[in-house]
């Protein structure tokens, strides 16, 4: 049995749908808590970020003494964690668990390791990134608006889950929630972030609920999409460009049919080739420096297109590949920049200390003092 | 439409921080201002109200602001402005001319910096930075300290700030700080200096987190209640200001403290207001509405602690031993970071004295235990006889010459002896004591079979919830009754003691009630303490655990303890010590009486106890390094003024003699006996290689400076040698010297956020080759990939921080090395793929030094030559010590990365291992021969679980990392070698070493190899505890039959 986590709380349930309608055997696991950091903290040894302890948390809750679960996982910070997180686990009474970690940096076959014929299985698993990415952006939104919106894209992944169980296409589900996805009013302002993958991906625990917190005071917080991110994962296995260059149209025009059929734009995935050169500058490319470089890319790219307001890293604690870019580049870099920037560096704890230097950074974003 | 001042309404602001409330009224725009400020003690809405009613004017507009402005404004309409605008309002109105403002609260600090004249962009939105996660540098680390250190405000207003005075404090952590502080005060270092000291660790800690290279411009504005209440601390911002002036080019100027400066934030809430459109106030509606009471809390709650006392645990008395020896006697001594245990007991285990001192002067203590003892002694029987003096504890090394100590008792050992004397099954030990915890993992025969000391992030809990309760209004003895008494506990974090108090100002500002926040932070211990060990609790099952230290007297924090050990080591007896503050002393004094000093054949000694008067001065300061230890001579009374009994605050065992040429010859000695090869290594590196010769004439002369830090300790043979080969002389290539405390000290304040302390220490290293200038190109590689021995690994990356650190570099004086005339180069360097390194050699600096590609390639080709003769050389140094160990003789391998060998980064392990008669090599000194190798991995081979000797995917199928696939590796070869112990280095906060901890320590504890784990290495050097814990190791390594070479 695969058990999907960490790519969050959408595409960890379209993704294991995904898998169900290709035959697999798969079940996505619950979003993490702040129990499962205590928890996964127990299992783990020290100096791990949080992000690794509310996975490891996450993952033996979800398991508990069942056997022979493999969880699959993102590889973040080049997934140099899974044989630690593996023996965590058995450590904790789930015998024979293993763990799959898709890292971007080192060229993981996703489809040998996932057991997957890629002509069959590229188009249901790309459709389940797109999907999930749009409800993102839908659940962003809603976030701004009331409880109704949000119960309107919770229906439409519940829909979508079906239809990807079902083997079949999950664009009639967005198509029938279509009108309740559309945006609302335009927010007070925009606040694109970044970091490591976790953090960004799941608000409540791991994130703070700095998104949530956001949008109580009108504020769109805008997580990177999952297309993103396997962009980046191409780009950086890519030894052939014409297979990349299919690879991104693929995953482009899934997440273009997605928007569309849904009405609702996520943000543009950066493209990490078009900032490798402006990057390079700053943080060797050839790094593995995951999240890190995406998170210069990113500053880099919203600078340009002032597409949004201010850019928030959400680093967890001791996180070294977001650490190389927000510590020692973007602080400096952003500074006299058109755009700032803002790390917050995230461990389970100090939360009204993360919300007044977030408040800051936006008064100072938007320059409202009052 | 610009509002408007209204001239019938007066203005009140309030700053509601984590401790105090402030309110700055008056009457009109034109009034005079009424300031007060009180201490909230947790209940800020009624001190909010209290202070109204006393200054407000009956109608006024309202600003609030502060970290607990929320206690107001959830009540009522106040304009609500953020610290960092209260202050800038503050600042474009008193003083509008300033360029920088740095505010100090309680818990925030903040700089803004005003750009450009009046009018200019800049200085309508100034650059705007405050403190990150950690409160180190604000008000709160200055209070605790004080605290610490027994000085009050008052005294500590009057300390005069003289940079040359100041004492080394870590800037980094205020738990660091009050550390070090503890330690100085404990070597007699007067209270003035110290507390100047502190001033100048809060700056430099501020220009850490504040500044990190954006340099703040004069006329400088200091705000906030320490800079108004501390003149030495303005003092001490006007100095390292002015010298980061002088490095940067800026024109020197001002620096001032504004006589409202401790009002500033209230004064910008109440400008705020008054040029805000809202309704104004009444003032006693608002009083009515903040009396109501705080509101429902937003935190996450933990349940009350437990009501009774869990049955699993035990509180048995101390008992005599029947048939034990009345007439023997043992004096036991604890030396502690705060306080004095002794303890006079004889050989039956009759406790016949026992005294607490916490004069915090470790001469006046052993003065009193000697004197209490002796008052013991004369009260016995006749035929009684003081057998031993045993010492232990941070300050063993001076009371043993004092009391003319018969045994120096490691510490972990001394808690040991105590724990099996209370629980002969003892299977843990925890001791929760004022500067550390120890747990200790203990075999059948009770030797300490594992340990884990924890210096760092964990430290002072038991003070913290002393300080807490002083905070909150309760008595020092009431806070086990106070929190076993909340019906609920909020849920602290699990981080540091600057950490939890942060947490702690956040549930004041929640509304929770002070018995509460104490019931949470004890519910925090237990996680804090069992954060490092808690998997080795497990094996406790079936037997005792053992709790000590002072804070097992307190009942909440037992039971909350007990409750975490019914799960995390489930079926054991929690036994908590029936001495436990004594516990130590105790110990000592049992370890004695069981090793007579004498042997155990003869008849003990006679012993009496010294008439201790002794004296405390100052000592000349060790000359041996660039750190210029300050030392303190301590003599027993009557000695000769030049004779000292004991010298205290060196900072290795080359400081402890007066005579530098004793300490020299004993250092040759030693090194005879046993070769340091760590401390070898890291000199070695960086020497010229006589044997490269040009290989190319050259075209012009490039001076050039290269930092002496992170990837050149792997890289610097082969860039040195390239350099030379293409015809830079050896002066030409000059490193900065090896990391010290001095060297940290002069150039920390470039700053970056908070990466491990080796990349920090980067800066500091580019700031003394800046300073020094001299240089035509400063060359700072950024290092992507690394050679390694170890094979079929994923890939040999560098840390990704390690190798983004040049662009600090870049950020932070790229404009300083251009003033100077001179480049700065940041090459990516792939030292993995030889062509790929060729083409990046010659494209970075073919240009500078005029060379044809071909010529570079030439040069490269000597330097691998170079770096290979390096290596070959080095592990043939390495294979000697390894052949030398035998016949029961130990050695150790230093598993770490390989800019641990720094001294300065490593803490001198390697000479304080030699110190305790073990030799000690680095990953990079073992033999890479495959016929030996192959040998001792014959077993790994042949069930092939390797494909070779130097393949780890078994241990960890996806390293990828230079560094972690090397400790993976050197782990195994110790596992396999027979001869090594290991003491395992991280610095703190590396989540690359975090991967590898647990397949290295599985591998090591498998094979029963002695390890010690110091996984938490910082800027500040941990002297007593990182002995301690060699200590401790070493006398592991000689439990398993790995005797020292001297």
Redesign the interface.
């Known amino acids: 049995m695969d058990v999907i986590l960490g790519f969050g709380p959408a595409h960890d349930r379209l993704f294991a749908a995904a898998l169900r309608g290709l035959g697999r055997s798969a079940e996505a696991a619950a979003p993490p808590d702040d129990g499962d950091l205590a928890l996964g903290r127990r299992l783990m040894p020290r100096g791990h970020p949080s992000a690794m302890y509310y996975l490891a948390g996450a993952a033996a809750r979800h398991a508990g003494p069942r056997p022979d679960r493999r969880f699959v996982v993102p590889g973040d910070r080049c997934g140099g964690y899974a044989s630690d997180l593996a023996r965590a686990l058995v450590d904790a009474g789930v015998p024979g668990a293993a763990v799959l970690a898709l890292a971007p940096e080192r060229a993981t076959s996703l489809w040998r390791d996932l057991e997957l014929d890629p002509g069959r299985a590229a188009p249901a698993l790309a459709e389940a990134v797109a999907v999930g990415d749009v409800l993102d952006a839908a659940a962003a939104r809603a976030r701004l608006a009331d409880v109704a919106a949000e119960r309107a894209v919770d229906a439409a992944l519940a829909d979508a889950e079906r239809a990807l169980t079902a083997g079949a296409s999950a664009e009639g589900a967005l198509r029938r929630h279509a009108a309740a996805l559309s945006p609302g009013a335009p927010p007070r302002a925009r606040v694109r972030l970044t970091g490591e993958l976790l953090a960004t991906r799941y608000d409540r625990a791991v994130g703070a609920g700095l998104a949530r917190w956001l949008a109580a005071r009108g504020v769109a917080a805008e997580a990177p999409t999952l297309t993103e991110w396997l962009l980046y994962a191409a780009w950086r296995a890519a030894s052939d460009g014409a297979v990349l260059a299919s690879t991104q149209r693929a995953l482009l025009d899934a997440l273009r049919r997605a928007a569309e059929t849904a009405g609702v734009a996520p943000p543009s995935p950066i493209d990490p080739a078009a900032w490798a050169d402006a990057a390079r500058r700053w943080l060797p490319v050839s790094l593995c420096a995951g999240s890190g470089f995406m998170e210069l890319a990113t500053w880099l790219a919203v600078d340009r297109d002032r597409d949004a307001d201010l850019v928030l890293s959400l680093k967890p604690f001791a996180s070294i590949t977001s650490s190389a870019a927000s510590d020692a580049v973007i602080q400096t870099l952003a500074r006299g920049a058109a755009t700032p920037f803002l790390a917050l560096e995230l461990n389970g704890d100090l939360q009204a200390q993360l919300e007044s230097r977030l408040e800051l950074a936006l008064q100072v974003a938007l320059w409202s003092p009052p | 439409m610009a509002p408007i001042a209204r001239h019938d309404v007066g203005s009140v602001g309030v700053d509601v921080g984590s401790t105090t409330v402030k309110v700055a009224a008056r009457d009109a725009p034109d009034a005079p201002w009424r300031t007060r400020v009180t201490r909230h003690h947790g209940r800020a809405a009624e001190a909010v109200a209290a202070l109204v009613g006393e200054l407000a004017p009956p109608r006024f507009g309202l ?1 609030v602001t502060g ?1 607990g402005a929320a206690v107001v404004t959830r009540r009522c309409a106040a ?4 610290e ?2 209260a202050a ?2 503050f600042a474009r109105a008193l003083h509008p001319t300033a360029a920088t403002l740095i505010d100090l609260g309680g ?2 600090a903040k700089l803004v910096r005003f750009d450009g004249p009046a009018g200019a962009p800049g200085r309508a ?1 100034p ?2 930075v ?1 403190n ?2 950690c409160a180190a540098g604000t008000g709160v680390t200055i209070d605790r300290c004080l605290a610490r250190l027994g000085v009050s405000h008052d005294e500590a207003r009057d300390v005069a700030y003289e940079p040359d005075a100041v004492q080394a404090l870590s800037a980094r952590c205020g738990v660091f700080a009050e550390t070090d502080l503890v330690n100085l005060a404990r070597r007699g270092v007067p209270a003035a200096s110290l507390v100047a000291s502190l001033f100048d660790a809060v700056v430099r800690s501020n220009l850490h987190a504040l500044a ?3 340099t703040p411009l004069a006329p400088a504005l200091l705000l906030g209640g320490p800079h108004a209440h501390f003149p030495g601390l303005a003092d001490a911002w006007a100095w390292h200001l002015a010298s980061l002036w002088r490095v940067r080019g800026e024109v020197p100027g001002l620096v001032f403290v504004p006589p409202e400066a401790a009002f500033a934030s209230a004064l910008g809430a109440a400008l ?1 207001a008054e040029g ?1 459109h809202a309704e104004p106030h009444q003032r006693d509606a608002l009083r009515r509405a903040l009396a109501a009471g705080d509101g429902a809390p937003a ?2 709650v933990d349940p009350p602690l437990p009501q009774e006392t869990p049955t699993a645990v035990e509180r048995p008395v101390w008992r005599a031993h029947p048939d034990g020896d009345a007439g023997r006697l043992v004096l036991g001594v604890d030396a502690g970071s705060t306080v004095t245990k002794a303890v006079l007991v004889d050989g039956a285990r009759n406790v016949r004295m026992a005294v607490r001192l916490a004069s915090g002067d470790a001469a006046r203590d052993a003065a009193a235990v000697a004197e209490a003892a002796r008052r013991a002694l004369d009260a016995a029987a006749p035929g009684t006889a003081l057998e031993a003096v045993a010492v232990t504890g941070y300050g063993a090394a001076w009371m043993g010459p004092l009391l003319g100590a018969s045994h120096a008792v490691v510490e972990t050992v001394a808690h040991a002896v105590a724990a099996r004397a209370a629980a002969p099954d003892a299977a843990l030990v925890c001791d929760v004591g004022g500067q550390d915890i120890k747990v200790l993992a203990l075999d059948g025969a009770g030797e300490i079979e594992r340990f884990w000391v924890s210096s760092r992030c964990a430290a002072g809990l038991g003070l913290a919830l002393e300080t807490t309760a002083r905070e909150l209004g309760v008595a020092r003895g009431g806070v086990a009754a106070a929190a076993l008494s909340a019906r609920r506990a909020p ?5 540091c003691v600057v ?1 939890l108090d ?2 702690r ?2 549930f004041q ?2 509304g929770f009630a002070p018995e509460e926040i104490l019931a949470g932070l004890v519910r925090a211990l237990p ?1 804090v303490v069992w ?2 060990a ?2 080795a609790a497990a094996a406790a099952s079936g037997r005792a655990v053992v709790l000590q230290g002072g804070v097992q007297h307190n009942e909440a924090a037992v039971r909350a303890q007990a409750e975490r050990l019914a799960v ?1 080591a489930p079926g054991a007896r929690v036994v908590v010590h029936p001495l436990p503050d004594l516990a130590g002393a105790l110990g000592a004094a049992l370890f004695a009486l069981a090793r007579p000093p004498d042997g155990p054949a003869r008849p003990p000694a006679r012993r009496t106890l010294p008439t201790v008067a002794p004296q405390l001065r100052d000592a000349p300061p060790c000359t041996l390094c660039d750190n210029r230890c300050p030392r303190a001579a301590i003599s027993p009374g009557g000695a000769p003024a030049d004779v000292p009994a004991a010298l205290a605050g060196y900072g290795c065992e080359a400081g402890a003699s007066l005579d530098p040429g004793a300490a020299a010859r004993s250092r040759q000695a030693r090194r005879r006996a046993v070769p340091d090869l760590y401390g070898h290594e890291a000199a070695a590196l960086f020497r010229d290689d006589p044997a490269v010769a040009p290989a190319v004439a050259p075209r012009r002369r490039v001076r050039f400076a290269i930092p002496r830090a992170l990837a050149l300790y792997r890289a610097a043979p082969l860039l040195r040698a390239y350099l030379r080969a293409l015809g830079a002389e050896p002066h030409d290539v000059r490193f900065s010297p090896p990391t010290s405390e001095a060297l940290w000290r002069r150039g920390a304040h470039h700053g ?4 491990c302390f080796p ?1 920090k220490a980067l800066l500091a290293h580019v700031h003394h080759l800046v300073e020094r200038g001299g240089f035509d190109a400063l060359l700072v590689p ?1 290092v ?2 690394a050679t390694t021995c170890v094979r079929h690994a ?2 040999c ?5 390690v ?3 040049p ?2 570099v ?3 004086f790229e404009a300083a090395v251009a003033a100077r005339g001179a480049r700065l180069l940041d090459p ?1 360097l ?1 030292l993995a793929r030889p062509d790929l390194l060729a083409a990046q050699l010659h494209g970075s600096l073919g240009e500078l030094l005029g060379t044809t590609r071909d010529e570079s390639d030439r040069a490269l080709d000597v330097a691998r030559r170079a770096a290979a003769r390096f290596d070959n050389a080095l592990q043939a140094r390495g294979r000697v010590v390894l052949d030398g160990a035998r016949d029961g003789r130990g050695a150790v391998l230093i598993l770490a990365r390989p800019y641990h060998v720094d001294p300065g980064v490593c803490h001198h392990v390697g000479a304080e291992l030699a110190a305790l008669g073990y030799p000690s090599l680095s990953i990079r000194a073992l033999p890479r021969d495959e016929a030996y190798l192959a040998a001792r991995f014959a077993d790994d081979l042949a069930r092939g679980a390797i494909a070779d000797p130097f393949d780890v995917r078994d241990l ?6 230079s560094g ?1 696939a090397e400790r993976l590796w050197g782990a195994r070869f110790a596992a396999r070698h027979g001869v090594l112990g290991v003491l395992d280095l ?1 610095s703190f ?7 590898t ?3 290295v ?1 599985r591998l090591l504890r498998e094979a029963d190899v002695p390890t010690c784990a110091l ?1 938490d290495l910082d800027e500040t050097r941990p002297r007593v505890s990182l002995r301690m814990a060699l200590q401790t190791f070493a006398h592991a390594m000689r439990r398993r039959g790995l005797r020292p070479w001297t």
């Not at chain 2, 849920?491 to 981080?495: A, Q």
């Not at chain 2, 990356?797 to 921080?801: E, G, Q, T, Y």
């Open positions: 600003g970290s304009l609500a402005a953020h960092v605008f800038i309002t818990q925030d939105r650059a705007v405050m990150d996660r990190r290279g954006l705020a805000s935190a996450a849920r602290f974090g699990d981080g950490f942060a947490d100002v956040s500002r929640q996680r954060a490092q808690g998997r995390d970056a956020t908070d990466p990349v950024r992507t990939r994923v890939d990356a560098s840390c990704p921080v190798a983004a650190s662009a600090l870049r950020a932070a990516e792939d960890l199928p996806e390293a990828d990392n972690g991280s906060k590396c989540a690359q070493d975090a991967a901890a647990a397949p320590a996984h």
